[in-house]
């Protein structure tokens, strides 16, 4: 395998439309995320199947969670030191040998599938998002030209919604014929991700050269605290989606409380990712150029205010589409933030940045699933969705106490 060192942008162009190297990216990112996502949604209902407890699907956000924050430091200075395709190719390569795992227990291949097992491959999954995450969010700014990184980025995150929307529909509609079908799909996902991402033309981004000390490994946080607005912007994400997720409990609503199967939760998971990708498509077209900050907090206020109905919902389309409005004001949040990030951080400190910005999207992700799920165990699943929602109300209102010029921001980038 070996992965270009150089893409020829001597031409920038003017759109990304026609634009190979970016589409060759693009389509990595959908498998890497479709991958996960039907991964996701065949281990939320097998543990759930399992042992029936809505603290095991916490539990498996958690083992997720953790490694991202055991190995942050050393990710982004292994992505800022070696090639970020092969990185990517590796993770996605031991995701699928993961998937090969759980489909031979599936077809009882000598073992049957546990929840102990299940743990152990969230482990593992949870190892590899550590490094995929933040080495793709750096590779970006070294496939396009500055000029497009923008839109680029709008554009990267709709091949996350993209396969957001389709994959666990997908995922669900194979779990009901059988564990091992939709864990084969996501093997094969993962093996051609692999193969695609080594191939992706991207200019070779420039290492320091020092050694791996703490002060290098330290770097990318000594970097986001200097910058407040990015602190603030990366903070907010952080707690106000940790207190609002409720994607861990999507299983117990999917049976107990909106009365579906499979098929439904792979729904419920699914249209989040509608909201965002018609949001992103928006955004590509046109990019928000004028009061980022005040967009970005009226964002993250419709996102409360979605999962409060949707915890209070006990009707199907109303939940489905409160789901949409949720990851459509996601979205917003979503791409002012990673523009802010990408855009005032130099190539040399990329990974070590993006490792940090990975390990709050995981936290308000994996850790999030985690909450939900403890709360939902100890106060029950529709007071612990709408708690989490007027959690992520109140977050909105102190940020834009504790970072007025975030807040006050007119433009991403500051004249």
């Known amino acids: 395998m070996h992965a270009p060192d150089s893409a020829p942008l001597s031409d920038p162009p003017v759109s990304l439309r026609h634009f190979r190297p970016f589409w060759w990216f693009w389509l990595t990112r959908v498998l890497l995320t479709s991958g996960f996502q039907v991964m996701s949604v065949a281990i939320g209902w097998q543990v759930y199947a399992l042992t029936g407890s809505a603290f095991d699907l916490g539990i498996v956000g958690l083992l997720q969670f953790v490694p991202r924050i055991l190995l942050v430091l050393v990710v982004g200075t292994v992505a800022d030191r070696l090639h970020r395709q092969r990185i990517v190719a590796l993770s996605m390569t031991v995701q699928a040998a993961s998937a090969a795992l759980l489909a031979m227990g599936a077809l009882h291949w000598g073992f049957s599938t546990t929840r102990e097992l299940i743990f152990a491959i969230a482990v593992v999954i949870g190892i590899c998002r550590a490094f995929d995450m933040p080495t793709m969010q750096a590779l970006l700014p070294s496939v396009v030209p ?58 070779r981004h ?71 990708l018609a949001m992103s498509a928006w955004l590509m077209r046109h990019p928000i150029q004028h009061r980022v900050g005040r967009i970005m907090f009226i964002a993250v206020a419709v996102f409360g205010l979605a999962t409060i109905v949707f915890g209070l919902s006990s009707w199907f389309p109303l939940s489905l589409a409160a789901l949409v409005v949720l990851g459509a004001s996601d979205m917003i949040s979503v791409v002012i933030r990673s523009t802010l990030v990408q855009l005032e951080t130099p190539d040399e400190m990329r990974g070590r940045v993006s490792a940090v910005n990975s390990l709050f999207i995981g936290a308000s992700n994996q850790l999030g699933e985690f909450e939900s799920g403890m709360t939902a165990h100890w106060l029950g699943t529709v007071p ?32």
Request: hydrophobic share 60%; net charge positive; glycine share 12%.
């Open 146 to 203: 500055p000029t497009l990184l923008a839109p680029a980025i709008a554009a990267a995150a709709s091949a996350n919604e993209a396969a957001t929307i389709l994959a666990p529909a997908a995922g669900g509609f194979l779990y009901a014929l059988g564990a091992e079908f939709t864990y084969a799909l996501v093997m094969t996902m993962f093996l051609l991700g692999a193969a695609l991402v080594v191939r992706v033309p991207a200019r």
């Open 206 to 276: 420039i290492s320091s050269g020092k050694a791996m000390t703490l002060e290098a490994l330290m770097a990318g946080v000594h970097f986001i605290r200097s910058r407040r607005d990015i602190l603030g912007a990366m903070s907010l994400d952080l707690f106000a989606v940790l207190l609002g997720g409720a994607t861990a409990l999507l299983p117990v609503y999917a049976g107990e409380i909106l009365h579906t199967g499979p098929w439904g939760l792979g729904l419920l998971r699914s249209a989040p990712a509608v909201g965002a």
């Open 384 to 415: 612990a969705v709408v708690l989490g929602g007027v959690g992520t109300l109140a977050v909105a209102g102190l940020w834009m106490r504790w970072f007025p010029s975030l807040a006050r921001r007119d433009r991403l980038i500051q004249d």
